[in-house]
């Protein structure tokens, strides 16, 4: 090919050969391609709990696998990024004698992301060693969007969807290479630049797989299945889907596909456009292109409002004096609130690594200004951890709203009962309480009645279940209506005292390190 010397494809996001600008252009300019990716020790046992970074671990196994069978594989380094891909721009090692020609990667708009790429673009360009960087997250350029969009990024969906129309139709997905200029030999020599397994990156082995295998491979095949039914895209409207459906859920669980990028966004929407185009179908919000576009805005607001993941120095969060109880929390966290809805999916969090969106609505919503009164970055912190889809824009835009604390809130006094009504906005339509049997044993036996609030259970009753409440399982954490009334009495006091005070200052440490 045309300008020979090695390229480094740099894997972060983006564990996929389909859609991938930075591995196509690498493979039409280079002799050889290295793809490589650095297990980063920023993440590990402290910040991602075992199912996220086991589906890490596999999307790697299949990228290598996929990039086999292009007669490459991929190189995996270790150590913090910036010194390795320093090393490696200066010196070539351990990868090649002399140093490469050129460095892709796909651009990340993430805080942390950003500062690692710069520091790594700097010692490339210290080297002469050129940095070719390639949109492919997100729908559209997010630099771009924001320019077109005078800075500002929209906080509702009619901004989304004009600012769409004014950019035009985003990127048709690039097909997969068909081949790949091979490895070097210092390359080739490298066996050991294996995926790790979950023991040697500190975890223990997992008792139970949570049912979302990682990868390119069952990311494209869980998409394709979905795509097949196209009555399901066309009259998909997310506010219908079933909060309490887990096997198999609603909606389409392909977040933790596109949050390490095993599947294009692009790929994804235009499917859903063409698909769309064939018959009468949802429209935004409700659509499953509306899910896209919101996906879209928290990019839009993370690379654009300042302190966007925390409430201090944030414009778009308003300051409330949010309490902290590391009972609570932990209460919460384990699904031990003796509010059995809430329990299972806090529960179902941490055993499956995924949730229906009403379902986080209702358990942010009751840490927060429903119930428990606290700090939304807590809780967001616990979804960072727990989640396989866990997504820093996203995550950050979404608690934002669920606390009540943000211009693109829904009200701050209109909070979700943890006892949810079978039509309530929840879309809890299980009678019989299975998702709470599923993921709460404890209540297994307990009659329908009382399976939403078993403390209103007759002691004889819950003798019979055997589910003594106060002793098998807790009695409900808070009085959910004092607790709700003395919160939004509290909240209002906040916004009331803030419209008069200068705004908190930013804090200079720990700046996005998430
Ligand atoms: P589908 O309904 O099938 O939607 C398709 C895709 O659209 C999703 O995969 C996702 O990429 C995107 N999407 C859907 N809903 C939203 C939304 N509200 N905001 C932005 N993008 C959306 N989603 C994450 O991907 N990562 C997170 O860390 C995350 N944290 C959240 C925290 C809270 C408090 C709340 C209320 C929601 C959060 N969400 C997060 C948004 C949403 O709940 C999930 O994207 C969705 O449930 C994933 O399931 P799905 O793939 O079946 O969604």
Redo the contacts with the bound molecule.
Sequence with gaps: PAGGGVAVVWFRKCLRVHDNAALLEAGKTAEHVCPVFVIDPHFGPGSVGVNRYNFLLESLQDLDAQLRKLKSRLLVLRGKPEKVLSDLVKTGKPLMKGKPRMVLWEKDTEPYALMRDSAVTKAAEASGVEVRTFSGHTLYDVDEALRKNKGKAPSQMPGMVTLAKALGEPDQPLPAPSKLPGLTKEALARKDLRVPTLKEMGYKELAEHCGFHGGETAGLARLGAKLKDTSYIRS?V?SQ?QSTAFSP?S?????PY??FGCVS?RRFYHALRKIEAGGKHSETPGS?VG??Y??E??YLMGASIPNFDRQAGNPSCKPIPWGSSSKQLAAWEKGQTGYPYIDAAMRQLTRAG????LA??AV?CFLTRGDLWQHWEK??DV??RL?L???WA??N???L??SGVAPWSPPFFRVYHPVPKMDSSLNVRDPDGKYIKEFVPELRKMPSKYIYAPWTAPLEVQKQAGCIIGKDYPHPIVDHTKASTANLAAFKRALDASKNAAPAPAPTTGAGAR
């Design positions: 998909f997310k889907t859920p909606t389409t669980v392909l977040s596109l949050k966004v499953l899910q896209l919101f996906r805005m928290a995924w949730l229906h969106h986080r609505h942010s809780g967001r979804f960072d989640l889809d866990s997504d996203v995550n835009m979404n608690w709203a669920l």
